[in-house]
């Protein structure tokens, strides 16, 4: 089967802590993408990657990084400089910027 | 100013009426226009793809693209209670940014 994997689907997070949250796809996709949405609210990008070993912040990259060493995989590391990092983050990847997104099931990262 | 602007919600309409959703973007380089429904604690499922201006229809669905103002729209017809969640407009040429989404809701 063909798609997006993220995980874990639930993650949480100490104050101070570093999490990874990992996105894995299987659809030759060339870019990728991070996204968070917060509760009543649209998506914000992250950081997005067209190409292997390169990518670009998104609107709301502080406080995160990425990196892309392989096609199939974008993880996103949220730093404890992310003061708020409580969201639902979801991954997704198209063949190009200009065809549609698929994404995965999401991961929800809470704070204790 | 955002790079990809929704209509304001909640939309309310009845069951079996015609639910309109307005979206307006700033990049007239854009490229290519998207429709996503999402349904709660859910991912993102597109529903329509539109790349060149006009009408696009699918099943109870239409999409229309003006590039010349800047405006997608979607209308779903004959609306269902399945119908009932947020939509969100997304937006590509070099990366795919989203409007902030409208939550409809089908009254049975």
């Known amino acids: 089967d063909g798609g997006i994997t993220q995980s874990p689907k639930y993650l949480f997070r100490k104050e101070g802590q570093n999490v990874t949250l990992s996105c894995e796809q299987n659809l030759n996709h060339d870019a990728m993408y991070w996204y968070r949405q917060d509760p009543g609210q649209g998506l914000r990008l992250i950081y997005y990657?067209?190409?292997?070993?390169?990518?670009q912040k998104g609107d709301i990259a502080e406080g995160y990084s990425v990196s892309r060493e392989k096609k199939e995989s974008f993880p996103l590391t949220v730093t404890s400089a992310q003061k708020n990092p409580t969201a639902f983050y979801l991954c997704?990847?198209?063949?190009?910027?200009?065809?549609?997104?698929?994404f995965g099931q999401g991961t929800r990262l809470t704070v204790v | 100013q955002k790079e990809v602007e929704q209509n304001s919600g909640p939309l309310s309409v009845p069951e079996g009426a015609i639910a309109s959703l307005n979206c307006t973007y700033s990049d007239r380089g854009s490229q290519s226009f998207f429709w996503y429904r999402q349904y709660s604690g859910k991912s993102p499922e597109l529903i329509m793809s539109i790349y060149s201006n006009g009408d696009k229809e699918d099943g109870r669905f239409t999409a229309q693209l003006n590039k010349a103002s800047q405006y997608v729209s979607l209308l779903i017809r004959d609306s269902q209670p399945s119908d009932s969640a947020t939509y969100l407009c997304?937006?590509?040429?070099?990366?795919?940014?989203f409007g902030a989404g409208t939550t409809v809701t089908v009254r049975a």
């Open positions: 997704a990847s198209t063949m190009d910027s200009n065809t549609e997104a698929f």
């Open positions: 990657s067209q190409i292997v070993n390169d990518f």
């Open positions: 997304a937006v590509g040429r070099y990366k795919l940014s």
